[in-house]
């Protein structure tokens, strides 16, 4: 409990949304017993989703953005996970650099 109250006390907004997919029964049972000790706004950060996660996450992320895996359209070289993707590296510009990087 120390931990996440050091993460609360100094970093509350370094977290926009978290989610845990494909999470057992057994993890949201002990959730729901730690979160009643949690900052309330870093609770309602947080979402624990089971198998049918797609359409929570497409709330929050565009499918073209959204990783495959996910059930998204997202198909970065090399993994999404992998991926330096974002608004400082559009994907043109990261399929030229993968494919340029091989020819040395």
Do not use: H
């Amino acid at each position: 409990m120390q931990t996440a109250s050091i993460g609360q006390d100094r970093y509350p907004e370094c977290m926009g949304k978290f989610y845990i997919i494909n999470a057992p029964w057994a993890f949201s049972a002990v959730w729901s017993i730690i979160k009643p000790w949690l900052d309330e706004v870093t609770v309602a950060k947080i979402d624990i989703l089971g198998a049918s996660y797609k359409e929570a996450l497409l709330k929050q992320i565009d499918e073209e953005n959204l990783p495959g895996v996910f059930g998204g359209k997202c198909d970065c070289p090399g993994g999404c996970s992998l991926s330096d993707a974002g608004p400082w590296n559009p994907k043109d510009e990261l399929k030229g650099n993968i494919a340029n990087s091989g020819s040395s």
